[in-house]
């Protein structure tokens, strides 16, 4: 279909989780029409509850905020180039430490009260399964694609997908927890901390980690193949690699003084406040998939939590993604049909954040395409530019999810001190994104950044 008819249409989204909320946004604060395609509340996912856009399954935290961490310079960079999301984070952030976490109802609800203050949105709420072919369309599907538009986007993408697994940790009624017991502190923080923390000493730890690996676990349905992203790996898998694995990783109790003996506990469980009311918290790092009845049993060994009410169990769900470097150029079109865009994570990012920034990203471009105008990515020096040349550039044989990092950016031209590098990196890639934007301003004001 000629561009000339293409852009008499509204765009198709088609998902409307975090990426494609964002792609909305960038489109219609440029003036486009949305015809935006969201399949709750008729469909739901295996993990999603809510009938809300934008829901927040895995955490309620995005993350450092700290420009210093790659996720903390990613959330500054989308800051500036105008995000929905970051902007409702920041709007219903709880304390969180140096981390931005939010009330996840709040964010939700402030997400769709902005995007239904804009003209020129419609929402529709059924599940889409073919992907149209009279408009532009930019797929943000998400993790949890479902199986029948899984496998129009396979049959259009010209491959078989390709998926993984990941899992979400329990959260736990604030007042179900033995505040004698568990103390408030944050890693080498002075005073009172954003966390909770339930100590344990060296045969509770021991006690604790044989029944996680002893554990029952929920069975995966016949035909799946059990993949799991390394980041975000069930605690019973980690607990598999060693005895003193937990220890070492989510449970490491570093920075930390049990207040009842005035020594280092010999590992701790974090809990993270889940909501602004402080009266939910998430058990952090552990993710599952152990059975429900085996979580309340073992998950109550650990001090402060023998009485605790679980108000969300943790469980495990597929998410889908495409070989993106296989399949999209690098304005995240499909190669074999640029009317098409992909954001979010189906595209191979691993994150809250680094899903938004691809809508964001899709939505950009998106409104370029349509005005006929040269598309464009930022520098690989940015956190955004570093995270697209991941997922379009590497090798399509060992392709794998993967958060940002500042392994992905292109070297410092020079050496400086480890706990230097954050703060050298963030620099040069605010200063970079700030040049590229004026650049297009100056290029494309008809359409603007």
């Known amino acids: 279909m000629k561009l000339e008819t293409l852009d008499s249409k509204p765009v198709t989204i088609i998902g409307g989780g975090l990426a494609g909320c964002e792609a909305a946004w960038q489109l219609l604060k440029r003036g486009f029409d949305v015809l935006l395609y969201e399949m709750k509340p008729q469909v739901f996912s295996p993990a999603h509850k809510s009938p809300l856009l934008a829901e ?98 396979s049959k259009i993408a010209g491959c078989e997908y390709l998926y993984f697994y990941d899992a979400i940790s329990p959260i736990i009624d604030k007042d179900s927890i033995d505040f004698t017991r568990a103390f408030r502190a944050s890693r080498y923080d002075d005073g009172d901390g954003d966390y909770l923390n339930c100590p344990l000493g060296r045969e509770e730890y021991e006690r604790l980690w044989k029944a996680i690996t002893e554990g029952e676990e929920a069975p ?77 049993r073992i998950f109550r060994m650990i001090p402060g939590l023998e009485e605790a009410e679980f108000v969300r169990y943790g469980s495990i769900h597929r998410n889908t993604f495409i070989n993106s470097p296989a399949l999209l150029e690098k304005t995240l079109q499909l190669r074999s049909r640029h009317d098409i865009f992909f954001a979010g994570q189906i595209t191979g990012v691993e994150g809250y954040v680094e899903s938004t920034a691809m809508g964001l990203i899709a939505g950009i471009n998106a409104s370029h395409f349509l005005k006929g105008k040269d598309l464009d990515i930022p520098p690989k020096t940015t956190a955004l530019g570093a995270l697209l040349h991941h997922i379009t550039n590497t090798s399509y044989k060992t392709f794998q999810p993967m958060n940002v990092n500042f392994g992905l950016f292109t070297p410092l031209q020079k050496r400086v001190p480890k706990r230097e590098r954050g703060q050298y990196f963030a620099e040069r890639a605010l200063s970079d994104l700030g040049k590229w934007r004026q650049d297009l301003l100056i290029r494309r004001d008809s359409i603007g950044i």
Do not use: H
């Not at 999301?85 to 769709?112: C, H, M, N, W």
């Open 56 to 153: 927040l399954v895995c955490s309620n935290s995005l993350r450092s905020n700290s420009i210093r961490n790659a996720v903390g310079l990613l959330k500054e960079e989308m800051r500036q180039m105008g995000s929905l999301i970051i902007e409702a984070a920041d709007a219903t952030a709880v304390p969180a430490g140096k981390a931005l976490a939010v009330d996840r109802t709040l964010f939700s609800q402030y997400i769709e009260q902005k995007l239904n203050g804009c003209k020129g949105l419609k929402i529709i709420r059924e599940e889409i399964t073919e992907i149209p072919d009279d408009s532009i369309v930019i797929i943000a599907s998400g993790p949890l694609t479902s199986d029948s538009l899984a496998k129009s986007i």
């Open 220 to 296: 995966l349905r016949n035909f799946e193949d059990f993949k799991c992203f390394e980041g975000c790996l069930p605690i019973e898998v980690m607990a598999k690699r060693g005895m003193n694995t937990l220890a070492f990783g989510p449970m490491k109790p570093v920075g930390l003084t049990d207040p009842r003996t005035g020594e280092q506990p010999y590992a701790v469980v974090q809990l993270r406040q889940e909501n602004r009311k402080g009266t939910l918290f998430n058990m952090v790092g552990f993710q599952t998939k152990l059975t429900w009845p085996e979580q309340k």
